[in-house]
């Protein structure tokens, strides 16, 4: 009896995500003599869809039908692969890397597609795509709406908005649906942000990403202790549409895809992103002009460095975040792989968790389609039910808008029949007739129009024990050796300005950080424009034992003492860099954490003689990340 009552808890929960597939999950609560009525109506409706539709669905010839599903089923027959040596990856059977199950899938492939050819004029046309998809939305989950809509009025509005505007129940379900069936839960959070952003009723991008994101988080992304529902999403809803209007998101965000918008938003704090920005923004700015499988979630190589045994809060009497925590002292797999999907999120780039067993990665959106980073291939993460494969090929195949749209009507037909779902969890096996075929048209579409799949990245950095690199971790250069070979390094283009030391009328002189002899990137320092582009900054990387220089030389009229400070911002704590003046005195300079926000550091008293005059930079180990913007020298009275 347990060993029958554990399985179908495991069915439960495999079944339990309905987002991106038409499937009903179980649900055991009772309805009120209100609710009984409600599905008895809203089953009235199936009954009748299904019969209108039923009539009008194309037929297959039965041979073909016959042959492409008994190859189907081979797939999900095939003996499942060994694990001799216990490893932790271990083979999976049903994946590309297994070659029986490559021939099986092909030849079902090969099937399918003449299945497809007789259907092709209905799942390519136009006809009763409302009904099918209030078809699918009813047999997926009359039920929950009905517990729901019994709850009272208000929620009964929500569900008679759904069910009774056409075009929305299109939307909902081109978008994949609501997780765990709970449709009435996404209508309100719809219904609360449309009260509170034009934009979200009168924008197709706004209204789509709004409806999206409540479909994906229908009981809140994050709600803080004390805060009511749905205000929590709209707060969510209302920060990072203000942060588009101003531009702070990236540039690719408003061309996103309403299906891509469901993953924009985090299972953080909206505190944690809003610093997430200020970081990238302030502290790493060159992060926002790399490649997209890094962009942003870079921070990660550059600044957790992989740490075992962290007792969290590191340092309590601060009171941070736990994003701000990691940046303190690194962590091991998951606050780097946490930190890694904070910092894409933060920008409007839809990611999602990518674990793996006994390890934790992220995936996340391109504009080459979505990557994994941190971990190892599709093959085996996972995340609510679905396996990285499964949801890979989804996100392939809805590239081509408008070709997917015969996976839906696939699906929902599927629905009118009331099939089974492809088992989310088992790449490409089970399904009913409908259903499975529309897992050979993702296929089918991935393959036709040549949708190449991305190659994870980071993997080797995934569970280093070394310290946190930098960008120019790749390059091999020893500072200091006259032998070395010359590298070439991304260079920043200076004006004269941002090499010019000034003095104003009260003598105040400042430097800025570029005016110094060397103004060139290396293995440590990345000279780099800040985000806007105003002013160059340096950033101090953590990586290697080994310090750097940099000479600032200026030349005063009359020797005295100068209070020095610089403009720095920074993300960690108990640090300090040093100042050689005149190749005498060493000055050590106090960093403050200043939560990415840029400072000045306290006042040193330094020394400095008329005529020429040399600071030195440099930290030493263990250091960790700084940015600096300038430092300035004003006369002690």
């Given at each position: 009896?347990?060993r029958l009552f554990g399985l179908?808890?495991?069915?439960?929960?495999?079944?339990?995500?309905?987002?991106?597939?038409?499937?009903?999950?179980?649900?055991?609560e009772l309805l009120s003599e209100?609710?009984?009525?409600?599905?008895?109506?809203?089953?009235?409706?199936?009954?009748?869809?299904?019969?209108?539709i039923k009539a009008a669905l194309?037929?297959?010839?039965?041979?073909?039908?016959?042959?492409?599903?008994?190859?189907?089923?081979?797939?999900?027959?095939?003996?499942?692969?060994?694990?001799?040596?216990?490893?932790?990856?271990?083979?999976?059977?049903?994946?590309?890397?297994?070659?029986?199950?490559?021939?099986?899938?092909?030849?079902?492939?090969?099937?399918?597609?003449?299945?497809?050819?007789?259907?092709?004029?209905?799942?390519?046309?136009?006809?009763?795509?409302?009904?099918?998809?209030?078809?699918?939305?009813?047999?997926?989950?009359?039920?929950?709406?009905?517990?729901?809509?019994?709850?009272?009025?208000?929620?009964?509005?929500?569900?008679?908005?759904?069910?009774?505007?056409?075009?929305?129940?299109?939307?909902?379900?081109?978008?994949?649906?609501?997780?765990?069936?709970?449709?009435?839960?996404?209508?309100?959070?719809?219904?609360?942000?449309?009260?509170?952003?034009?934009?979200?009723?009168?924008?197709?991008?706004?209204?789509?990403?709004?409806?999206?994101?409540?479909?994906?988080?229908?009981?809140?992304?994050?709600?803080?202790?004390?805060?009511?529902?749905?205000?929590?999403?709209?707060?969510?809803?209302?920060?990072?549409?203000?942060?588009?209007?101003?531009?702070?998101?990236?540039?690719?965000?408003?061309?996103?895809?309403?299906?891509?918008?469901?993953?924009?938003?985090?299972?953080?704090?909206?505190?944690?992103?809003?610093?997430?920005?200020?970081?990238?923004?302030?502290?790493?700015?060159?992060?926002?002009?790399?490649?997209?499988?890094?962009?942003?979630?870079?921070?990660?190589?550059?600044?957790?460095?992989?740490?075992?045994?962290?007792?969290?809060?590191?340092?309590?009497?601060?009171?941070?975040?736990?994003?701000?925590?990691?940046?303190?002292?690194?962590?091991?797999?998951?606050?780097?792989?946490?930190?890694?999907?904070?910092?894409?999120?933060?920008?409007?780039?839809?990611?999602?968790?990518?674990?793996?067993?006994?390890?934790?990665?992220?995936?996340?959106?391109?504009?080459?389609?979505?990557?994994?980073?941190?971990?190892?291939?599709?093959?085996?993460?996972?995340?609510?039910?679905?396996?990285?494969?499964?949801?890979?090929?989804?996100?392939?195949?809805?590239?081509?808008?408008?070709?997917?749209?015969?996976?839906?009507?696939?699906?929902?037909?599927?629905?009118?029949?009331?099939?089974?779902?492809?088992?989310?969890?088992?790449?490409?096996?089970?399904?009913?007739?409908?259903?499975?075929?529309?897992?050979?048209?993702?296929?089918?579409?991935?393959?036709?129009?040549?949708?190449?799949?991305?190659?994870?990245?980071?993997?080797?950095?995934?569970?280093?024990?070394?310290?946190?690199?930098?960008?120019?971790?790749?390059?091999?250069?020893?500072?200091?050796?006259?032998?070395?070979?010359?590298?070439?390094?991304?260079?920043?283009?200076?004006?004269?300005?941002?090499?010019?030391?000034?003095?104003?009328?009260?003598?105040?002189?400042?430097?800025?950080?570029?005016?110094?002899?060397?103004?060139?990137?290396?293995?440590?320092?990345?000279?780099?424009?800040?985000?806007?582009?105003?002013?160059?900054?340096?950033?101090?990387?953590?990586?290697?034992?080994?310090?750097?220089?940099?000479?600032?030389?200026?030349?005063?009229?009359?020797?005295?003492?100068?209070?020095?400070?610089?403009?720095?911002?920074?993300?960690?704590?108990?640090?300090?860099?040093?100042?050689?003046?005149?190749?005498?005195?060493?000055?050590?300079?106090?960093?403050?954490?200043?939560?990415?926000?840029?400072?000045?550091?306290?006042?040193?008293?330094?020394?400095?003689?008329?005529?020429?005059?040399?600071?030195?930079?440099?930290?030493?180990?263990?250091?960790?990340?700084?940015?600096?913007?300038?430092?300035?020298?004003?006369?002690?009275?």
């Amino acid at each position: 009896m347990n060993r029958l009552f554990g399985l179908k808890l495991l069915i439960g929960l495999v079944l339990a995500y309905s987002s991106q597939f038409s499937v009903r999950a179980e649900n055991t609560e009772l309805l009120s003599e209100g609710g009984q009525k409600l599905l008895a109506s809203y089953t009235a409706t199936l009954d009748s869809l299904r019969a209108e539709i039923k009539a009008a669905l194309p037929k297959v010839d039965s041979v073909k039908k016959d042959s492409y599903y008994s190859l189907h089923a081979k797939v999900g027959k095939l003996p499942k692969l060994p694990n001799p040596q216990e490893l932790k990856m271990a083979p999976v059977t049903f994946a590309p890397g297994n070659p029986a199950y490559v021939e099986a899938q092909r030849n079902a492939l090969i099937a399918a597609r003449e299945v497809m050819k007789d259907a092709e004029v209905f799942l390519k046309g136009k006809e009763m795509h409302a009904k099918l998809a209030k078809c699918a939305l009813l047999h997926t989950a009359a039920r929950e709406m009905a517990v729901y809509a019994s709850q009272g009025d208000e929620e009964k509005s929500h569900i008679e908005m759904l069910l009774n505007d056409e075009q929305l129940i299109i939307d909902v379900m081109e978008l994949g649906g609501a997780y765990q069936n709970k449709y009435g839960q996404a209508i309100r959070n719809y219904k609360a942000v449309q009260k509170v952003s034009r934009n979200a009723v009168e924008n197709d991008f706004y209204r789509l990403w709004a409806l999206a994101s409540s479909l994906e988080h229908p009981d809140g992304n994050y709600v803080r202790e004390g805060e009511a529902m749905p205000d929590a999403f709209v707060n969510f809803y209302k920060n990072y549409e203000e942060a588009s209007l101003k531009g702070e998101l990236d540039p690719a965000f408003l061309g996103l895809s309403g299906w891509n918008c469901r993953f924009i938003f985090p299972f953080r704090s909206l505190d944690s992103m809003v610093w997430m920005r200020k970081v990238i923004r302030n502290y790493r700015p060159d992060l926002m002009r790399i490649g997209y499988q890094w962009r942003y979630c870079r921070i990660t190589r550059t600044d957790i460095p992989y740490v075992m045994g962290v007792s969290r809060p590191v340092r309590p009497e601060m009171k941070l975040t736990r994003i701000q925590d990691y940046f303190l002292e690194g962590g091991i797999c998951g606050p780097r792989a946490f930190t890694g999907r904070a910092a894409t999120h933060a920008f409007g780039i839809p990611s999602r968790p990518a674990p793996q067993r006994g390890h934790a990665a992220i995936s996340h959106w391109t504009p080459d389609g979505w990557v994994t980073v941190f971990g190892a291939h599709w093959t085996y993460n996972y995340f609510r039910g679905q396996c990285g494969l499964d949801f890979q090929l989804e996100s392939s195949a809805r590239m081509k808008t408008e070709l997917y749209r015969q996976v839906h009507r696939a699906n929902w037909i599927g629905d009118v029949y009331g099939e089974g779902i492809v088992a989310r969890m088992q790449f490409g096996v089970g399904g009913g007739f409908w259903k499975s075929l529309a897992h050979y048209i993702k296929l089918a579409i991935v393959e036709d129009e040549k949708v190449k799949e991305l190659e994870s990245v980071g993997a080797e950095f995934a569970e280093s024990t070394e310290a946190a690199e930098s960008p120019n971790s790749d390059w091999s250069e020893e500072d200091g050796s006259p032998e070395q070979k010359k590298e070439v390094y991304p260079q920043v283009e200076l004006t004269d300005a941002d090499k010019t030391i000034t003095t104003d009328a009260n003598g105040v002189i400042t430097i800025p950080v570029a005016a110094c002899s060397k103004p060139e990137s290396s293995k440590k320092v990345r000279f780099m424009k800040s985000f806007d582009e105003k002013f160059v900054q340096l950033h101090y990387a953590l990586i290697g034992e080994r310090p750097e220089l940099r000479t600032y030389k200026l030349k005063l009229p009359k020797g005295g003492k100068y209070e020095f400070t610089a403009n720095v911002t920074t993300v960690t704590v108990d640090r300090n860099f040093t100042m050689r003046v005149n190749r005498r005195n060493m000055y050590n300079i106090a960093i403050p954490y200043t939560s990415a926000e840029w400072m000045d550091t306290k006042p040193v008293v330094m020394e400095l003689k008329e005529g020429s005059n040399k600071l030195q930079l440099t930290m030493k180990h263990p250091n960790k990340g700084l940015s600096i913007r300038s430092f300035t020298l004003k006369p002690v009275k």
